[in-house]
């Protein structure tokens, strides 16, 4: 009858997800799409079946043959085609109610899928991969493929409970397609299992790193997306992170800062160096309707009282891109040009005061204010002078620090100051290594 010689399955149908990550508002879509076959099961040999079996199969494996020749005729075929469908449903689920050795269930379990796959029946296509998975007579090397095609199948059937658990077998085999690991997040998700999903994609990105294999950027964006929606703060800074320090392109660090920002719950002296991060970065280099806003906060939270030379800088470049304008703007910038000159002038003096005080937050000012100007190394001066002072909070301190080493170039001095950096700031630090990381990688 042919179960020893079965021919290659059509190409299983797996799940295509999309998913985007634009300021602080997350969507997921998902679309099913074809997938060719790229494995079939091993052969069975000479078989082990019954006659029961081979009565009920025989027939079925007939019929799936008469189908695939009526399809292949195309519209010339229909009226065959739908005499040779009549019944088919009825006979596959005939065949599996008796099949119960390994053979029988490799058989049957193709002949599903094949079936499953003209007759656009993903249900039995499902129970088919399962049937072949079963049987144990599987090349241990396609194991991987048929658990994909079984999570993919279960996935489109709204059945999260089995494409999460076959999905996370294919994914802890290092299964070659990207969907994998992003179907999976979505299915745990799905399933009410978030953080469980997000826990196995973790070890498999950690996995792929240590192997030094890329990580596809859909894993990123999926985490990404399952973790916000599921108001997972640390999974969905920690998700934001690794993005950017795989992935840092101007998107993704305007996405991850304000991921960052967003379950940071950051007062000002945090938010403002999360903006000059974004300024550096290239986060603010976005589409001007991305960044307006963040523009705006940033002129807000620098203030052009205080730190008049950032403001300006914020200002012209927005205003250059196109992201600001208006009588805010405008009012904004004339303030703080009538203070710069005036500001510019105490600098010297305020530095002196700084030196000679015991306390460091004259020195922290000082340093501020000189970084405000661009004077990156009189900044960095004064950022270790009030290290070595009381009074000064030591991770707001050693953030500065970094940031006038990075601004001057010094990417190992800054890395070092950034992985001192704990506390609330821990996650900016972070962001801001991925920055020097970028632009210097450790060694």
Known sequence: MGFSSMGRSRRLVSTALAAGLALSA?????????????????????????????????????????????????????AELAAATAGAAAMEQAAEAVA?????KLAVGQLAINLGGYVNDIPMRQRGAKL????????????????????????????????SSALAAAV?????????????????????????????LKQAVAAKRAAGQPVP????????????????????????LTQVELYPNNFNWLGSAQLVRRFGNY???????????????????????????????????????????????AIDKGTAA???????????????????????????????????STSGLDALSTGDA????????????????????????????????GIAQYDQGNYAGARASFKQVGGVRAPLARLWLALVNSKSPAV
């Open 26 to 78: 997350v969507a997921i879509a998902a679309t099913p799409a074809a997938a060719a076959d790229k494995a079939k099961p091993a052969k069975p040999g000479k078989g082990s079946f019954s006659k029961e079996f081979v009565a009920a199969a025989a027939p079925l494996q007939t019929k799936v043959e008469a189908i695939k020749a009526a399809k292949d005729k195309g519209a010339a075929g229909e």
């Open 100 to 104: 119960v050795s390994p053979d029988e």
């Open 132 to 163: 072949i998975l079963d049987s144990g007579k599987l090349d241990p090397a396609k194991v991987p493929d048929f658990q994909f095609y079984l999570g993919s199948f279960a996935y489109t059937n709204k059945d999260y409970a089995t494409a």
């Open 172 to 200: 802890a085999a290092n299964y070659s397609d990207p969907q994998a690991g992003e179907i999976m997040a979505d299915a745990y998700a799905r399933a009410g299992q978030p953080a469980q999903g997000l826990a196995l």
């Open 217 to 240: 950027q859909e894993w990123l964006k999926r985490a990404n997306v399952v973790a916000y929606n599921a108001k997972l703060a640390n999974e969905s800074v920690d998700w934001a």
């Open 267 to 313: 007062g000002p002296t945090e938010t403002i160096d999360l903006f000059r991060l974004m300024m550096r970065s290239g986060a603010l280099d976005n589409e001007p309707k991305f960044v307006g806003n963040e523009y705006r906060e940033y002129i807000q939270t620098a203030d052009p009282r205080r730190l008049p030379g950032e403001v300006i800088k």
């Open 322 to 356: 196109g992201a600001l304008s208006g009588p805010f703007v405008t009012e904004s910038r004339t303030l703080a040009q009538s203070r710069m000159a005036a500001d510019k002038a105490s600098l010297p003096a305020a530095a002196a005061k700084a030196a000679a």
């Open 370 to 401: 000189y970084l405000n100007y661009g004077e990156a190394a009189k900044a960095e001066e004064l950022y270790k002078l009030a290290l070595g002072k009381t009074g000064v909070d030591k991770d707001r301190v050693l953030t500065r620090l």
